[in-house]
């Protein structure tokens, strides 16, 4: 069972950063396609920021300029830099994986931030940014 383990939540300021990681344990990582989602409470999970197998990146508008996805696929191993963070992007962070991935074939696997398919979810961190 390939697993998903977050790192890098904590509480911040208004302005400040972070550095989310999420660590996959599998040999096929640099295959998969990958995004992270949030979700504060009482709202529906949402898409944050997606790369897909290809290193193509999207990102959802209320996180576009401040926020950048990225992965190490010698490390397996994704990433989210959180820049200039505002109390509306308080929620849990969710890292997802898709195993198929990208061809001409299969079209985007990524839209507007959002990974459009998802086999595996890691357990969240949850990121508090204060005014």
């Known amino acids: 069972q390939v697993q998903l383990v977050e790192s890098g939540g904590g509480s911040v300021q208004a302005g400040g950063s972070l550095k989310l990681t999420c660590r996959v344990s599998t040999s096929s990582f640099s295959n998969y396609c990958m995004g992270w989602f949030r979700q504060a409470p009482g709202k529906e999970r949402e898409g944050v920021a997606g790369?897909?197998?290809?290193?193509?990146?999207s990102y959802a508008d209320s996180v576009k300029g401040r926020f950048t996805i990225s992965r190490d696929n010698a490390k397996n191993t994704l990433y989210l830099q959180m820049n200039s963070l505002k109390p509306e992007d308080t929620a849990m962070y969710y890292c997802?994986?898709?195993?198929?991935?990208?061809?001409?074939?299969?079209?985007?696997?990524?839209?507007?931030?959002?990974?459009?398919?998802?086999?595996?979810w890691g357990q969240g961190t949850q990121v508090t940014v204060s005014s």
């Open positions: 790369i897909d197998s290809e290193g193509s990146t």
């Open positions: 997802a994986a898709d195993r198929v991935p990208y061809s001409p074939t299969t079209g985007p696997r990524v839209v507007a931030g959002t990974l459009l398919g998802v086999d595996y």
